[in-house]
C-alpha cells in the first residue's frame, strides 16, 4: 500500500482525506500495527489508489 501510494504521490493526509478514514489508520496499516483491517477500510484504500483490493493481495502473496 505504501509503494504505491508513493507511486500516485499522495501523502497519508491525502490518502485518508480519498478514503474516508483516519490518518493514524492509514500510519498502523502501513507500519503493520494493524495486520488485517476490514473489507471496508480496503475497498475505501484500494478506490483512493486506483487499484481493486485484489491488488493488496497479490503484493502480499509475491512477497
Known amino acids: 500500500m505504501k509503494a504505491r501510494r508513493f507511486e500516485k504521490g499522495l501523502t497519508r493526509m491525502k490518502l485518508s482525506e480519498l478514503a474516508g478514514l483516519d490518518q493514524s489508520g492509514i500510519s498502523k496499516i502501513e507500519s503493520g500495527v494493524r495486520v ?18 485484489n491488488y ?8
Open 36 to 53: 488485517n483491517p476490514n473489507f471496508t477500510s480496503v475497498c475505501a484504500i484500494a478506490s483512493a489508489l486506483g487499484v481493486t483490493p
Open 56 to 63: 493488496f493481495m497479490a503484493v502480499v502473496e509475491s512477497n
